[in-house]
């Protein structure tokens, strides 16, 4: 059974970092991309990066704040978040697709698999 766990979350001051953990059971990195999403409250969900097989891609607006990156021998994907800004404020979400056309990973509809979410609150 696949299984994402996302911690790390929290509340931070604007310009701190904090960095998310995705621990996954279940699959292996190598058949699998994950990506990582974020929500405001009213807002829809969309995708802030993801990875697959090495190759990374962040959204316009965390580009050079945000990176990805794995430990395939913990299984856990982290997003590690620097110059926090309040528009940064969300629920963080990871998830994973088994499907292989990186034209649709930064896009929430393409994943099969979800974590339950940690809140990133950003204060000014």
């Known amino acids: 059974e696949v299984q994402l766990v996302e911690s790390g979350g929290g509340l931070v001051q604007a310009g701190g970092s904090l960095r998310l953990s995705c621990a996954a059971s279940?699959?292996?990195?190598?058949?699998?991309?994950i990506g990582w999403f974020r929500q405001a409250p009213g807002k829809e969900r969309v995708g802030v990066s993801w990875i697959s097989n090495s190759e990374d891609r962040y959204r316009d607006s965390v580009k050079g704040r945000f990176t990805i990156s794995t430990d395939n021998a913990k299984n856990t994907v982290y997003l590690q978040m620097n110059s926090l800004k309040p528009e940064d404020t969300a629920v963080y979400y990871c998830?994973?697709?088994?499907?292989?056309?990186?034209?649709?990973?930064?896009?929430?509809?393409?994943?099969?698999?979800w974590g339950q979410g940690t809140q990133v609150t950003v204060s000014s």
């Open positions: 998830a994973a697709t088994r499907k292989g056309d990186s034209r649709y990973f930064m896009m929430a509809f393409y994943y099969d698999y």
């Open positions: 279940g699959f292996s990195f190598d058949d699998y991309a």
